[in-house]
């Protein structure tokens, strides 16, 4: 199983960023997936998940309208348009995928347990940095 985030780099404030996270060795369509973000000396949170199976989107309220999640499941990867970034949006960004039903099932028990949520895959981090 892997989770291969991609798409982190360096703007200024205002600017926009698209992650990716390309899954292999999952069932895809039956999984939800997500990101997480964490700050320095900050835990691991919410961004937003999309469930495959029953289609629903979960956003934090730091980043509705602002943040998009999408998922190709012919590519088997699911993306995260981030725009109007801000300085607070600066973190390390993580990938994460289990077999829930619902987008809103997805973030609560991950959020939970993030070490040992039921088949819970994480990926590797990559780095968003924001200037203001």
């Known amino acids: 199983v892997q989770l291969q985030a991609s798409g982190g780099g360096s703007v200024p404030a205002g600017g926009s960023l698209r992650l990716s996270c390309a899954v292999t060795?999952?069932?895809?369509?039956?999984?939800?997936i997500g990101w997480f973000r964490q700050a320095p000396g900050g835990g691991r949170v919410g961004v937003a998940a999309i469930s495959n199976r029953d289609g629903t989107i979960w956003y934090a309220d730091s980043t509705k309208g602002r943040f998009t999640i999408s998922s190709d499941v012919a590519k088997e990867t699911v993306s995260l348009q981030m725009n109007i970034l801000k300085s607070g949006d600066t973190a390390v960004y993580y990938c994460?995928?289990?077999?829930?039903?619902?987008?809103?099932?997805?973030?609560?028990?991950?959020?939970?347990?993030?070490?040992?949520?039921?088949?819970?895959?994480w990926g590797q981090g990559t780095l968003v940095t924001v200037s203001s």
């Open positions: 994460a995928a289990a077999p829930y039903y619902s987008a809103h099932d997805f973030i609560v028990a991950v959020s939970m347990s993030p070490l040992d949520a039921r088949g819970l895959f």
């Open positions: 060795g999952l069932p895809f369509e039956q999984y939800a």
